[in-house]
C-alpha cells in the first residue's frame, strides 16, 4: 500500500517551510498585468463625442446629456461605474483611434454612494445655425473635416467648422440671416436642414 | 438590394408570407421625411423584436434610394470610422450601410452634404420592417400606417401604375417623393 | 461601544449570499479565502450562518426567487452588519439591467455600506474595497 | 481570596493563554495551508466583537436555558482552571477529591453546549446536540480509565496537589508505559471534548462553530467561543498536571513549561489539520472500542507499576 | 427511522451559487431527490434578443463564470454557422486557448472543491493556490481573470502578443509537477478509492438515456466531446486524447477531469507554440436571415447553442443549453439508493452549476428539515474517515 | 451509413410526415415535421439512429410556435433539427419525456417560458420562475409584456 498521509505531511512540512504564498496586497500595491481591463477613462482631448461609445456599450453604463440652453451648449458624457462591466466594446469601437475612451489599469474602484459612481466630461457642441438642434460636438465635425481631407470643401458645415477652429473665422460669428435662401446653405446646418435648403434653393 | 429588410421578403428567411402578397408598402418622403419625425411614435407590428421600429429601416432604404445623390466620391463612405458604410458599384451606387459594422457614431451623417442620412436614420440597434406580409390584407393593417400622424404610409395595391414622382424599391416599397427625381425602376 | 465596534472592524466575518450571479463574483470571493489572498490576515473568516455574519457580501443581480431569501436573511443578521455589494450586477444589474427576472437593483431591496465594482472584481478590489469600506467606518468613529 | 483566584487564575490567566493557544492553532493551519493566517490579537478581537454585537434570541427557544447555557459552561471552566491553578501552584491545598470535582467541571462545558443547542429550537442545533451527547457518552469512559491512571501511581491520591508533588518526586507519569498510553487516551479524548477535527461532527465547519451554536449570536457566540479558546488552554494544562507534572515557575523551567504545553497544542493542531471528520456513531465506535481498551491496558499496566 | 426530507441549500456557504435539491431519505438511504432550480435565472435568453449580436457574447459570457469563454464559443459559432463562414486560422487558435486555459482552471476549482467535500481542506487550499497561476495567465492573454471578453462573431477581439507567450509557457509549465503529485495523491489514494468507487453510479446506458455530457458521460464509457466529434476551433489540428474511462461512478469522473487537464495543458502549449499569424477577425458585414447551431465542449460538457437571426444584427431568439442542464437530472438515477454522506459528493461529482441551468428554490419544504446542505457535506467528511478506519489509516 | 443514405432513410421512412426538407450544410439538416408524427420521428432518430438529443429550442414566429428538437448523431457529425409549427392561439405537442428522460427538464422549461403544452409529460411544474409570477405570463413570448409595475429599468439610483 502506498502512503498517501505521508506524501500530504511532506507537502505540509514543505508549506510550513516555504513560507506562505500569500501576496503582499494592501501593504503593497498590486500592479496588474498590462493587459488588464480597468475602469475605462475618458480622454477630454482626444474624444471627439460621437457617441459610439454609448452605443456599443452592452452594459448601458454610458450616457450623455445636452446641455443647450446655455450660450455654450455642452454635451456631457457619463461613465458609469456601477454597470460597466469593463468589456473594452467601447474602447474599441471609439473612433478618436480607440483614444478617446480607454480602459485604464485601475481595479481599486470601490465607493459608497451609487450617486458618486460616475465619471464624465464635457464637450462643446455645435448647434445648427437654422433651427438650433444639436448637429454634434464641433471636435467631431473637425474630425471629420480632418478625416476627409479637401472633400469638406463640398460640406459648408464640414469646412466652416474647421475654419473655425484654425482661428480663420471667429468662434462666435453666427449667422442670423435667415433667408431660406442661398446664404443659408453656407451655415453650420444638421442633416435635417441640409437637407431642406438643398430641396428649397436648386 | 441586399439591405436586410429585404432579404427578408426575399424568401430567405422561412417566414414566407401565406397572403397578402398583393399590396405594397407606400411612404411618402415629402411628408414623412420632411415632418417632424422625432416626435412621432410609431408603433410596429414587426414580430421579432417588439421594441423594434420598423419604419427606420425603411426611411434609410427610401432616403438611400431616393434623397442620395450618389456621389463619384462619396463623402460619407470615406468618412465612415468602420468602413460600415458601401457604395455597391453594381446596384447603381446604392448605399447599404453594414449593421454589424456600424457603430452609430453618426460621422456619416455629418459629411453628406446634403443631408441624406438623419442620424437617427443610422441606429446602432438595427430596426427591420418586414412590411408585414402576413397582415396586409387583415382588418388589422400594419400598426404603423395607424400609427402616423401625418398619414406618410399606407398600402397600394400592387398592380398599379405608378403615378408621377414614385418609384418602386424592391418588390413591397414604393416610395413618393416630389423633390428627388430618379428614373422610374 | 465604540471598542467593539472597532473590534467588529478588526474581526469581520463575512457570509457570502448569491442572488443569481454568474459565479464569477462568488468565486473570487471564495479566492479571497485561499493561499494567494488569505483574508484571514484581516481577521476575516467565512461564516457558515447569517448569525455570526457582520458583513453580508451580496452577489448577483437579486433574482426574483432569490429576493425573498435575501430579505429574510438580512433580517436575520444580528446587527450591526455591513452590507457590501460586489459586482456590477449586484449594484444596478450590470448587464441584466432589462432582464425580466431582475426587478430591482440590491440597494432598493436592502440598504449597502459598500459598493465594489468589477465583473468580476478582481480579489485584490474586493479586499481593498473592504478596507476602505473598515477605514470609512473609522472615520465616522 | 477564592474570588480573586477565580477572578485571576480561572478567568484572566486562562483566558489569556486560551487566546493565545487559539491563535497558534490558527495560525499553523494557516501557514499549512500556505496562507499567513490571522494577526497575533485576532482570537481576542473575534471575542469583544462578539460581545458587542446584537444577540438575537430565537423565536422558538427557551429563553432561560438558551442565555444561562453559555454562562454555566464558562462559569465551570473558570472554577476547573482555577481549581487547577490552585493545586499547581500550591496556592491552597488542594482538598480531597478535586480531581473529581475537576473531571466533572470539565464535561459541563459540553453539557452547556447541549444545552444550548436544544433550547435554541432550530433542529440543526438539536442534531449537533444529541451528537455532543452522544460524543460525551464515548469519549468519557475512556477519559476516566486513563485519568485512573495518575490517581494509581501516585498511591490512589485524589489530590491533584499530592499528584503533583509525588510527580516532582519520582519523575512525570509519562516516562511510565502506562503514563504514555494513558496520555495517549487522553489527547484523543480532549480532541473530542475541545470539538476539533476529527471528532467536531456535533459542530460545522472546521474554524467557525455551528450546529448547536447555529442560532448564537452576539454575546453568547462570545462566550462560547471565549469558553472553547479556555478549554483549549485547561484540557491540555489537566494533562501536563496529570502526566507531565504541571508547570513550574522557577527560572529554566519556565521555558520547560511552556515547551510542554507547545508541544501539546501542536499535536492537537496537527491532528486536527492532517484528518478529515468522524462520524458520531464511528467516533463512539473508536471510544468505546480501541480507546477504551487502551485505557484499560493503561491501568493495568498502572496496576503493575509499570 | 422515518422518512424525512434533507433540504440542500439553496445558500449554503460553500457552494457558490444558490441550488436547492430535497432528498427524501428513509433512514440513511435516499429514496427521492427533487432537484429545484431558479435562484440563478435571469432570463438571458430573453436579453440576448435585445442585444446586437456583438453585445450578446458579453451577455451570455456571464451566464456563468467559471466556463464563461464555452458559451460565447459555441454562440460566436452558431453565428458563423447562420453566414457560413469559416474564422481566420490565428483566431482559431487564440479561441482554442483561452478555451483550454479555462477547462483547466475550471477542473481545478473542481477538484478544489471536491477536496472540500471530502474533507481534505488542506488539498482545497492547495488546488486552489495552483489555479492562481492559471487565472494569472488568463488575465495575461485576454485582461481579465475571469470573464475573458476575447469572442465576438467571426473571430476574437484580442490578439496575442508574440512577447507574451514565453511567460505564459512558463507559468503553465509551473503547474505540472504539482499537479503531477495531486494526481498521484489522489488516483493512488487507497481512500479516496473506497470513498468514490462504486458510488454514484451512471451506466453507459443511463448516460446514453439521461442525454449526459461530458466528463459525467466520459466516466461512463460514453465517448462523446465536440472536440473530437465535430472538431472546431483549433482541435483538430494538434495532438490530443479523448479520455474515457468505464465505471460511471464518482471516482472515474475524478479521473477524468484530472486527466482532461493535462490534455489541456498539452492543447494549450501546442497551440500558443504553433500560433499561425494572420487576422484575427472577419469583420462580418451582415448576418443574413436564418438560423444556425453550435456546440462548443465546455469543462462540464457541451454548451450548445441555436440562433436565429431575422436580418437585423440582433438574434430573434437564442437558445442556450448548459451542459449541466441534461447532466443534473442523472443525479436522479445516481443518489438514488445511496447513503446521504454520499449524496454531496455524488452531487458535486457532476459538477453541477446552475448558472447556465437556470437561465433556470423558494420552495417551502413542509417536511422538517433535519439536515442541511452542511450536514451532508459533513456526513460526506465522516464517511471518508469512515472508510479510513476499516483501511487502518489514521 | 454514410450522411447520403441517412437522409434518404429519414425521407423514405417519413414521407407523409415531413412538410419540408432543408440541408443547409453538411453538419446540419432541419426537418419540419407534422406535429402528430413528432413522437415517430424522434423516437426513431433517438432510438434506432443512436442520436444524442440535445436539446429543443422553442421559437415564437410571427405565425406559429415552433419548437426545434435537435438531434446530433456523432459518427456522422450530423446534427439533424426536428422542426414543428405548433398553433399560436393553443400551443400542445406531445411530450417526449416517454421516450428518453433527457427532454423532461427542456419540456417543463418550455412549458413556462413559451407556454406550451406538452400531453403526456409527468410533472409540468414550475421550474424557473418566482411564485409570484403570474399565470399566462410567458418571458419568451414576443409579445411579453412588463407585468411587475415595481420593476426599475434603469440604474435605480
Ligand atoms: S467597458 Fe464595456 S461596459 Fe464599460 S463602458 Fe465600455 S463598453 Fe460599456
Ligand atoms: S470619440 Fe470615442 S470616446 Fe469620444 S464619444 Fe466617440 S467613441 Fe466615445
Ligand atoms: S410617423 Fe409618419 S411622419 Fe413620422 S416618421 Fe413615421 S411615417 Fe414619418
Ligand atoms: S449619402 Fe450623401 S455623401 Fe453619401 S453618397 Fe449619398 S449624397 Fe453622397
Ligand atoms: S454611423 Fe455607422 S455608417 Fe455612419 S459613419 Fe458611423 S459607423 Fe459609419
Ligand atoms: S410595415 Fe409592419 S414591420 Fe414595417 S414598419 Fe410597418 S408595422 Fe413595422
Ligand atoms: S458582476 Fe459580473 S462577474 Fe459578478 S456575478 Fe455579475 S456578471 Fe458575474
Ligand atoms: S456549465 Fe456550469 S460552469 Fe459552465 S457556464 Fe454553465 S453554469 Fe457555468
Keep these: 500500500m502506498k502512503l498517501p498521509k505521508i506524501r500530504e505531511l511532506i507537502e505540509a512540512i514543505k508549506a510550513l517551510i516555504v513560507g506562505p504564498y500569500t501576496s503582499k496586497f494592501p501593504f503593497k500595491p498590486h500592479e496588474p498585468y498590462p493587459s488588464f481591463r480597468g475602469q475605462p477613462v475618458y480622454n477630454p482631448d482626444k474624444c471627439v463625442g460621437c457617441l459610439a461609445c454609448e452605443e456599443v456599450c452592452p452594459a448601458d453604463a454610458i450616457g450623455h446629456e445636452d446641455i443647450t440652453d446655455s450660450l455654450n451648449p455642452k454635451r456631457k458624457i457619463i461613465h458609469y461605474t456601477d454597470t460597466c462591466i469593463f468589456c473594452g466594446c467601447c474602447e474599441a469601437a471609439c ?56 472633400l469638406t470643401y463640398s460640406n459648408p458645415t464640414l469646412y466652416q467648422s474647421r475654419l473655425k477652429s484654425l482661428g480663420i473665422i471667429d468662434e462666435n460669428i453666427t449667422s442670423v440671416l435667415k433667408d431660406h435662401g442661398r446664404s443659408d446653405r453656407v451655415k453650420i446646418l444638421c442633416a435635417r436642414c441640409r437637407r431642406e435648403t438643398t430641396l428649397t434653393t436648386v | 438590394m441586399d439591405t436586410s429588410a429585404e432579404q427578408l421578403h426575399q424568401g430567405k428567411f422561412n417566414i414566407k408570407s401565406e397572403k397578402g402578397d398583393e399590396t405594397r408598402l407606400f411612404i411618402d418622403l415629402d411628408v414623412c421625411a420632411g415632418g417632424e419625425c422625432k416626435e412621432c411614435v410609431i408603433q410596429c407590428s414587426y414580430n421579432y423584436h417588439p421594441e423594434n421600429n420598423g419604419i427606420i429601416s425603411v426611411a434609410e432604404l427610401a432616403t438611400y434610394y431616393l434623397v442620395c445623390r450618389k456621389c463619384e466620391d462619396p463623402q ?38 446634403y443631408g441624406t442620412i438623419y442620424p437617427e436614420n443610422v441606429p446602432y440597434i438595427v430596426h427591420n420592417c418586414d412590411f408585414c406580409l402576413d397582415r396586409r390584407d387583415k382588418k388589422d393593417e400594419p400598426l404603423c400606417i395607424k400609427s402616423c400622424p401625418y398619414g406618410a404610409l399606407s398600402l397600394k395595391p400592387k398592380d398599379i401604375e405608378l403615378p408621377e414622382n414614385t418609384y418602386l424599391a424592391g418588390d413591397n416599397l414604393i416610395i413618393h417623393s416630389t423633390h428627388w427625381e430618379r428614373e422610374k425602376a | 461601544m465604540k471598542l467593539t465596534l472597532r473590534a467588529l472592524l478588526k474581526s469581520p466575518w463575512v457570509f457570502h449570499l448569491s442572488t443569481g450571479s454568474c459565479n464569477n463574483c462568488d468565486i473570487e470571493i471564495l479566492d ?67 432582464s425580466y427576472n431582475c426587478p430591482l437593483p440590491l440597494d432598493k431591496i436592502i440598504p449597502v455600506d459598500a459598493y465594489i465594482p468589477g465583473c468580476p472584481p478582481k480579489p485584490e478590489a474586493i479586499i481593498s474595497g473592504a478596507v476602505k469600506l473598515i477605514q470609512k467606518i473609522k472615520g465616522t468613529l | 481570596m477564592t474570588i480573586v483566584y477565580l477572578i485571576i487564575y480561572g ?63 464558562f462559569a465551570s471552566v473558570v472554577m476547573v482552571s482555577a481549581l487547577l491553578w490552585g493545586s499547581n501552584n500550591n496556592l491552597f491545598s488542594s482538598f480531597l477529591g478535586d480531581i473529581i470535582v475537576v473531571l466533572y467541571l470539565l464535561s459541563i462545558p459540553s453539557i452547556s453546549i447541549m444545552l444550548g443547542g436544544f433550547a435554541s429550537g432550530n433542529p440543526l442545533a438539536r442534531i449537533g446536540s444529541s451528537r455532543e451527547m452522544k460524543l460525551l457518552l464515548g469519549y468519557e469512559l475512556p477519559f476516566v480509565l486513563a485519568i485512573l491512571v495518575p490517581v494509581i501511581k501516585s498511591g490512589f491520591s485524589l489530590k491533584l496537589g499530592e499528584i503533583i508533588s509525588f510527580q516532582a518526586q519520582n519523575g512525570a507519569f509519562a516516562t511510565y508505559a502506562s503514563g504514555i498510553l494513558a496520555l495517549i487516551v487522553c489527547i484523543l479524548c480532549i480532541q473530542a471534548k475541545l470539538g476539533l477535527v476529527p471528532f467536531d461532527c456535533p459542530e460545522a465547519e472546521t474554524e467557525i462553530i455551528s450546529g448547536p451554536m447555529v442560532e448564537y449570536s452576539g454575546t453568547g457566540l462570545a462566550i462560547f467561543r471565549l469558553m472553547k479558546n479556555m478549554l483549549l488552554f485547561t484540557l491540555p494544562f489537566f494533562l501536563i498536571i496529570l502526566f507531565l507534572g504541571g508547570f513550574k515557575f522557577s527560572g529554566i523551567t519556565i521555558l520547560y513549561s511552556v515547551l510542554k504545553y507547545i508541544a501539546f497544542l501542536l499535536v492537537i493542531t496537527v491532528i486536527r489539520n492532517t484528518n478529515p471528520r468522524l462520524r458520531i456513531d464511528q467516533a463512539m465506535k473508536f471510544f468505546w472500542g480501541p480507546t477504551t481498551g487502551i485505557a484499560v491496558i493503561a491501568v493495568v499496566l498502572a496496576l503493575l507499576g509499570k | 427511522m422515518a422518512k424525512s426530507v434533507i433540504p440542500i441549500g439553496p445558500y449554503h456557504p460553500l457552494q457558490e451559487e444558490p441550488e436547492f435539491f430535497t432528498l427524501t431519505v428513509d433512514g440513511e438511504t435516499v429514496v427521492d431527490i427533487d432537484i429545484q432550480i431558479g435562484y440563478n435565472h435571469r432570463g438571458i435568453e430573453k436579453l440576448s434578443e435585445r442585444k446586437t449580436f456583438d453585445q450578446s457574447t458579453f451577455v451570455i459570457e456571464r451566464i456563468c463564470g467559471i466556463c464563461s469563454t464555452n458559451h460565447p464559443f459555441a454562440y460566436t459559432r452558431a453565428v458563423e454557422d447562420i453566414i457560413q463562414v469559416e474564422v481566420p486560422e490565428r483566431a482559431k487558435y487564440i479561441r482554442t486557448i483561452i478555451a483550454e486555459g479555462e477547462r483547466i482552471h475550471s477542473h481545478l476549482l473542481w477538484l478544489g472543491l471536491a477536496g472540500h467535500f471530502l474533507g481534505y481542506n488542506t488539498v482545497y487550499m492547495w488546488v486552489w493556490k495552483l489555479r492562481e497561476e492559471i487565472l494569472d495567465v488568463m488575465e495575461i492573454l485576454s485582461g481579465n481573470r475571469n470573464s475573458y471578453a476575447m469572442f465576438k462573431p467571426g473571430g476574437v477581439r484580442r490578439d496575442i502578443n508574440a512577447e507574451d507567450i514565453p511567460l505564459v509557457i512558463k507559468k503553465i509549465d509551473s503547474i505540472i509537477p504539482t499537479l503531477t503529485r495531486l494526481k498521484k495523491a489522489i488516483i493512488d489514494d487507497p481512500v479516496l478509492h473506497a470513498r468514490l468507487k462504486g458510488i454514484g453510479i451512471l451506466t453507459k446506458q443511463e448516460a446514453i438515456d439521461y442525454c449526459a455530457l461530458g466528463p459525467t458521460s466520459r466516466a461512463s464509457g460514453v465517448a462523446r466531446d465536440v472536440r473530437k466529434d465535430a472538431p472546431y476551433g483549433a482541435y483538430d489540428r494538434v495532438e490530443w486524447d479523448m479520455i474515457v474511462t468505464e465505471n460511471g461512478d464518482v471516482f472515474d469522473k475524478v479521473v477524468v477531469r484530472i486527466l482532461e487537464m493535462y490534455e489541456s495543458i498539452k492543447i494549450v502549449k501546442t497551440c500558443l507554440q504553433n500560433l499561425p499569424d494572420g487576422e484575427i477577425d472577419l469583420n462580418i458585414k451582415d448576418i443574413p436571415p436564418g438560423e444556425g447551431i453550435g456546440a462548443a465542449e465546455a469543462p462540464r460538457g457541451e454548451t450548445f447553442h441555436y440562433v436565429r437571426s431575422d436580418g437585423t444584427n440582433r438574434p430573434a431568439r437564442h437558445k442556450v443549453r448548459a451542459p449541466t442542464f441534461m447532466n443534473l437530472p442523472t443525479c436522479k438515477t445516481t443518489v438514488i439508493g445511496e447513503t446521504v454522506s454520499d449524496a454531496t459528493i455524488i452531487l458535486a461529482g457532476v459538477d453541477p452549476c446552475y448558472c447556465c441551468t437556470e437561465r433556470m428554490a423558494v420552495r417551502s419544504i413542509k417536511g422538517k428539515k433535519l439536515y442541511n446542505g452542511q450536514d451532508l457535506i459533513r456526513l460526506s467528511q465522516e464517511k471518508t474517515e469512515t472508510i479510513k478506519k476499516k483501511m487502518g489509516i489514521k | 451509413m454514410t450522411r447520403e443514405e441517412l437522409l434518404k432513410d429519414i425521407k423514405d421512412r417519413f414521407k407523409d410526415d415531413i412538410i419540408d426538407f432543408i440541408d443547409t450544410s453538411p453538419t446540419r439538416v432541419y426537418i419540419e415535421i407534422k406535429p402528430e408524427s413528432l413522437v415517430k420521428a424522434a423516437t426513431y432518430i433517438f432510438k434506432d439512429l443512436e442520436a444524442r438529443f440535445n436539446i429543443a429550442s422553442g421559437v415564437d414566429t410571427p405565425s406559429n410556435i415552433e419548437i426545434l428538437y435537435h438531434f446530433s448523431i456523432e459518427y456522422l457529425n450530423v446534427l439533424i433539427s426536428l422542426r414543428v409549427k405548433l398553433d399560436k392561439k393553443k400551443p400542445a405537442v406531445a411530450s417526449l419525456t416517454p421516450v428518453f428522460k433527457g427532454a423532461n427538464w427542456i419540456e417543463r422549461e418550455m412549458h413556462e417560458l413559451l407556454g406550451i403544452d406538452f400531453i403526456g409529460h409527468p410533472d409540468l411544474s ?27 429599468r434603469d440604474r435605480g439610483v
Excluded at chain 1, 485604464?104 to 438642434?133: V, W, Y
Excluded at chain 2, 470615406?78 to 460600415?84: E, F, L, T, V
Excluded at chain 3, 493561499?35 to 447569517?50: H, V
Excluded at chain 6, 409579445?143 to 415595481?150: A, F, G, L, R, T
Design chain 4, 11 to 73: 478567568f484572566l490567566l486562562t483566558a489569556v493563554l486560551g487566546l493565545i493557544a487559539a491563535w497558534i492553532d490558527r495560525k499553523i493551519t494557516a501557514r499549512i495551508h500556505y496562507r499567513v493566517g490571522p494577526p497575533f490579537f485576532q482570537p481576542l478581537i473575534d471575542i469583544i466583537k462578539l460581545v458587542g454585537k446584537e444577540t438575537l434570541i430565537p423565536k422558538g427557544a427557551s429563553r432561560a436555558m438558551f442565555i444561562s447555557a453559555p454562562v454555566i459552561g
Design chain 1, 95 to 150: 473612433i478618436a483611434d480607440n483614444e478617446g475612451i480607454k480602459l485604464s489599469n485601475e481595479f481599486d474602484l470601490a465607493f459608497f454612494d451609487r450617486k458618486t459612481a460616475e465619471e464624465s466630461i464635457e464637450k462643446d457642441l455645435q448647434l445648427c445655425e437654422i433651427c438650433g438642434a444639436v448637429i454634434a460636438c464641433k471636435d467631431h465635425l473637425k474630425w471629420i473635416a480632418e478625416k476627409i481631407g479637401e
Design chain 2, 76 to 113: 460619407c463612405v470615406k468618412s465612415c470610422p468602420q468602413d460600415a458604410l458601401e457604395q455597391q458599384k453594381e446596384k447603381d451606387n446604392l448605399l447599404i450601410r453594414h449593421n454589424m459594422l456600424c457603430i452609430s457614431c453618426k460621422t456619416c451623417s455629418h459629411a453628406c452634404p
Design chain 6, 126 to 152: 414550475r421550474l424557473l420562475l418566482a411564485d409570484e409570477w403570474p399565470e399566462g405570463v410567458y418571458p419568451l413570448r414576443k409579445d411579453y409584456k412588463e407585468w411587475d409595475k415595481k420593476a426599475i
Design chain 3, 32 to 98: 479571497c479565502l485561499t493561499p494567494r489572498f488569505d483574508i484571514e490576515r484581516f481577521g476575516m473568516l467565512l461564516a457558515p450562518s447569517i448569525k455570526h455574519a457582520d458583513i453580508l457580501l451580496v452577489t448577483g443581480s437579486c433574482n426574483r426567487k432569490s429576493v425573498i431569501r435575501l430579505k429574510r436573511l438580512y433580517e436575520q443578521a444580528p446587527k450591526p452588519c455591513l452590507v457590501v455589494a460586489i459586482g456590477e450586477c449586484s449594484m444596478s444589474r450590470g448587464i441584466f439591467i432589462h
